[in-house]
Nanobody, 113 residues
Framework: QVRLVESGGGLVQAGGSLRLSCTASGIRFSITAMGWYRQAPGKQRELVARFGSRGRTNYADFVKGRFTISRDNAQNIVYLQMNSLKPEDTAVYYC???????WGQGTQVTVSS
């Protein structure tokens, strides 16, 4: 059974940082394309960052230079380091295992101005 558990969300002031973690189980993590998405109230879920084929990374334009996705294949964890946070980054952030179309429960990130 695939399970993705996110953690690390919270309340932070604009300009601050947070690191999100997603621990995966039930999948062959090292060969699974993983990504982070977010959904703000009243908006569609959108891609934030992802590891694609052959480990290449893709970032949404609105996070380039501020967010970094990384992974620890030994621990089955994918991270999202978020720096220089803005109020518009406020959303529920979801971990996604693309290869098996699985989602985590989400973690709330709130950035105050």
């Amino acid at each position: 059974q695939v399970r993705l558990v996110e953690s690390g969300g919270g309340l932070v002031q604009a300009g601050g940082s947070l690191r999100l973690s997603c621990t995966a189980s039930g999948i062959r993590f090292s060969i699974t394309a993983m990504g982070w998405y977010r959904q703000a109230p009243g908006k569609q879920r959108e891609l934030v960052a992802r590891f694609g084929s052959r480990g290449r990374t893709n970032y949404a334009d609105f996070v380039k230079g501020r967010f970094t996705i990384s992974r620890d294949n030994a621990q089955n964890i994918v991270y999202l380091q978020m720096n220089s946070l803005k109020p518009e980054d406020t959303a529920v952030y979801y971990c996604n295992a693309e290869t098996v179309s699985a989602w985590g429960q989400g973690t709330q990130v709130t950035v105050s101005s």
